[in-house]
């Protein structure tokens, strides 16, 4: 193996010394510790549990509450087995696992060299030189049984992604809400996978939470039919309101603008952040598009969210596999097609027919006689449900994991610095830079000394005042330079000291007020204690 370059070793141990920053600081502890740990699953300590629920809030904030058009669902990780057939986990997914003959280790196909030709088992792999057999599909659900019986009647899976509830419950949610497509359903929780190496810290867990979007937006057809015409997306189409006239290309442009401003929104830019559009090669069938929004971690730029088109394949899986209707019925499509005549729909139905039978060469080996007859009934239906103005809605899927969220940020916030002390002795010292909006805690509230009672019941005042309102930390050990030391390895933008001049014994003209220091400038100013709440909010809500 080529020897580590300069900047490979540099990114290592930048990673080491966050890994070693967030056991340190309790953002985040290796599960079972006392237990030597378990493989691939980890525990937020208090700071990292205070991170993890702003970037939740954030997230739905932003997801939900601030739209009209989206709405939260909470549903259970356990759900019907079938679920997972309809939506193909159970059959494909799966990851490519080798087994080395030598030291038994197992890896996947994709992380292990050369790997990938199945007639070539290599033995090209970091740890272990050993021959690797040839790969094999390996399904990461967990399975579980349940009631008292472990038979094949009740297996259960620990839920692999928390999208499926959402298709699952899409009727539901249609049917008790005023909401029309285009409209969408989100969720955050708890998603588990059985990684055959999982790494990099908390970027490939088997426990971890996803937060994902569903957003059910009309097919194309409809939007022709209605406006006459589907808007085309451009380097310059404006992409801030959402119009009528767009189809799936559209909104899938659409939301991964929204990510992208929402990633802003919490400190991470353009310089943080890549694109990777898939090509048609990567895309799955059913996908028209699909673009993962990667994050430039120190052991490499990788995946932190996917946004994809999903066409209309889960809803019509689910429609399939349950045989619950899963269609929608647009009134304004009923209207448009109102003036439609035989011949016109002949028409329509045929160019259908050639297109589906085209996309049947293009994705199936071989398609048989059988195939074709099944794949034009299946359009003929479709057309006939079409022009009553029912169809099942098309879908753009934003897909982004919590956890490597969190890591993404405390990657970002990490910051090193050499500073001298009084007597000349240089050390140095980590600072989170963690947005305001995110930070665990906002502000850190400190008397200049804890021996002085008027200081030490001004700053505890301070500290009611704020803490109804925002995660702040009291502290009235060791010297300022040390509190403020200890405020800036946990992220905390913000810190005040109450000092004699907050009691007014020198000036009476700064009576009540503090200074407020700030984390990422060391500046320091004075504010009043009245201006404060406001002041803070602003800024870390
Ligand atoms: P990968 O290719 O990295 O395995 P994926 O493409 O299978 O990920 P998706 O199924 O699209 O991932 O899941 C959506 C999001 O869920 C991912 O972008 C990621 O943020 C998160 N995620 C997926 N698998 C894991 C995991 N094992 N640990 C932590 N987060 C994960």
């Not at 353009?270 to 430039?296: G, M, N, R, S």
Request: charged share 30%; aromatic share 10%; hydrophobic share 40%.
């Amino acid at each position: 193996m080529a020897a580590p370059r300069e900047k490979d070793k540099d990114n290592t141990k930048l990673m080491e010394k966050i890994v070693s920053l967030c056991k340190r600081r309790g953002f985040i502890f290796q599960s079972s510790e006392i237990y030597g740990g378990i493989n691939g699953f980890w525990d937020y300590g208090p700071l990292g549990a205070e991170l993890k629920r702003n970037l939740r809030d954030a997230w739905w904030r932003a997801m939900t509450r601030e739209r009209e058009d989206v709405l939260g669902l909470d549903a259970t990780i356990i759900m019907h087995p079938d679920i997972w057939k309809a939506s193909g986990h159970v059959d494909t997914f799966c990851d490519m696992m080798v087994d080395c003959k030598k030291c038994k280790g197992r890896f996947r196909a994709d992380h292990v060299g050369d790997i990938a030709c199945p007639e070539k088992p290599s033995k090209c792999v970091g740890e272990c030189d050993g021959e690797k057999t040839a790969p094999r599909p390996f399904n990461l659900m967990f399975k579980t049984h349940t009631g008292p019986l472990e038979t094949a009647d009740n297996v259960a899976y620990l839920r692999p992604e928390t999208a499926q509830a959402i298709f699952a419950q899409f009727k539901n949610v249609l049917d008790t809400s005023r909401q029309k497509v285009p409209f969408g359903v989100c969720q955050i929780g708890k998603a588990f996978r059985n990684e055959i190496t999982p790494k990099n810290f908390t970027f490939r867990s088997r426990e971890f939470e996803q937060m994902e979007l569903e957003f059910f937006i009309k097919p194309d057809e409809a939007i022709e039919a209605v406006c006459g015409e589907v808007a085309v997306w451009s380097e310059d189409a404006d992409l801030s309101i959402p119009q009528d006239n767009w189809g799936w290309e559209m909104w899938h442009r659409y939301w991964v603008d929204q990510r992208t401003k929402f990633y802003e929104s919490i400190g991470l830019g353009a310089d943080v952040l890549a694109y990777y559009w898939q090509t048609p090669e990567d895309l799955a069938h059913y996908a028209k598009a699909c673009v993962d929004i990667l994050f430039k971690f120190p052991f490499g730029t990788d995946e932190l969210e996917g946004i994809a088109a999903r066409g209309d394949f889960d809803l019509s899986q689910h429609q399939k596999y349950s045989g619950k209707p899963q269609e929608f019925f647009d009134e304004k499509l009923k209207a448009a097609l109102a003036d439609w005549d035989e011949d016109k729909q002949l028409a329509f139905t045929g160019a259908k027919v050639a297109a589906a039978r085209a996309k049947l060469d293009a994705t199936t080996s071989n398609p048989t006689e059988q195939d074709y007859a099944e794949c034009e009934k299946a359009t003929r239906q479709w057309c006939e449900r079409f022009f009553k103005g029912w169809y099942v809605p098309h879908v753009i899927e934003p897909s982004a994991g919590l956890d490597r969220l969190a890591l993404a940020v405390l990657c970002a916030a990490y910051d090193e610095q050499e500073k001298t002390d009084a007597k000349g002795k240089v050390e140095r010292v980590e600072i989170m830079r963690v947005h305001a909006r995110i930070s665990p805690i906002k502000v850190g509230v400190f008397p200049l000394l804890k021996n002085k009672p008027e200081l030490v019941t001004k700053a505890r005042e301070v500290h009611q005042l704020l803490k109804a309102h925002m995660n702040c930390f009291y502290d009235e050990t060791g010297s300022i330079g040390k509190r403020y030391a200890r405020q800036d390895e946990a992220g905390t933008p913000f810190c005040l000291t109450i000092d004699f001049e907050t009691l007014g014994e020198a000036d009476a003209s700064l009576k009540d007020t503090v200074t407020v220091r700030h984390r990422d400038s060391n500046n320091q100013e004075r504010m009043a204690i009245s201006d404060l709440l406001p002041w803070l909010l602003a800024r870390v809500q």
